[in-house]
Nanobody, 114 residues
Framework: QVQLVESGGGLVQTGGSLRLSCAAS????????LGWHRQAPGKQRDLVAT???????NYADSVKGRFTISRDDAKGTVYLQMNSLKPEDTAVYYC????????WGQGTQVTVSS
């Protein structure tokens, strides 16, 4: 079964931190690229960060210096450490994997209060 399951979202105040986790299963354990996207109400889904099996990372300009993506292939898990959170980071965050095509998790809500 191919599946991505996110956890770790919630409500936090401006300046706070959250850590998102995403567990991959099935063939997605072989995914070269894992990452996170987010979608705010009324807006399109945008890339937040990606990481390859070689550890090469890519970040959206809006999160550089505040968010850190990492992966543990032994556990089949990708993480997103989010620090210095801002109200504009409020969105549903989706785990992403690419293996012969794109796959998405069900999403986890992150709300940053001002």
């Amino acid at each position: 079964q191919v599946q991505l399951v996110e956890s770790g979202g919630g409500l936090v105040q401006t300046g706070g931190s959250l850590r998102l986790s995403c567990a991959a299963s099935g063939n997605l354990l072989r995914a070269k690229t894992l990452g996170w996207h987010r979608q705010a109400p009324g807006k399109q889904r945008d890339l937040v960060a990606t990481i390859t099996r070689d550890g090469v990372t890519n970040y959206a300009d809006s999160v550089k210096g505040r968010f850190t993506i990492s992966r543990d292939d032994a556990k089949g898990t990708v993480y997103l450490q989010m620090n210095s959170l801002k109200p504009e980071d409020t969105a549903v965050y989706y785990c992403y994997a690419y293996y012969l095509g794109p796959y998405w998790g069900q999403g986890t809500q992150v709300t940053v209060s001002s």
